[in-house]
């Protein structure tokens, strides 16, 4: 059984930092992406990054582009996500989430792609 475990949400101030992290458990030896989404109260779940596993590439929503990094530990199953700059828009739910080996590229900004998805951790951005 996949088990997706978020953490590192909090409250920040504007242009400050958090680190969230991802720790997967189960994942099928077919997983290739993993992947951050966001969603703000009465907004849609929104794609922020993803990260394929196997080849290293990373993708960014354009709004957190520059100021938002992917990365993971292979090793330990874990994926992170570094957030600098932080600014009050960015107040939301994020979710990790992970898949089994059929998203293709040109879906890997779409949650439908994704199997497996985490609790989510609050990330709350105000002064």
């Known amino acids: 059984q996949v088990h997706l475990v978020e953490s590192g949400g909090g409250l920040v101030q504007p242009g400050g930092s958090l680190r969230l992290s991802c720790a997967a458990t189960?994942?099928?030896?077919?997983?290739?992406?993993m992947g951050w989404f966001r969603q703000a109260p009465g907004k849609e779940r929104e794609f922020v990054s993803a990260?394929?596993?196997?080849?290293?590439?990373?993708y960014y929503a354009d709004s957190v582009k520059d100021r938002f990094t992917i990365f993971g530990d292979n090793a330990k199953n874990v994926v992170y996500l570094q957030m600098h700059g932080l600014k009050p828009e960015d107040s939301a739910v994020y979710y990790c989430?992970?898949?089994?080996?059929?998203?293709?590229?040109?879906?890997?900004?779409?949650?439908?792609?994704?199997?497996?998805w985490g609790q989510g951790t609050q990330v709350t951005v105000s002064s």
């Open positions: 989430a992970a898949d089994n080996g059929r998203i293709i590229v040109s879906s890997i900004w779409s949650g439908a792609s994704y199997d497996y």
């Open positions: 189960g994942l099928p030896f077919s997983n290739r992406f």
């Open positions: 990260i394929d596993r196997r080849a290293g590439s990373l």
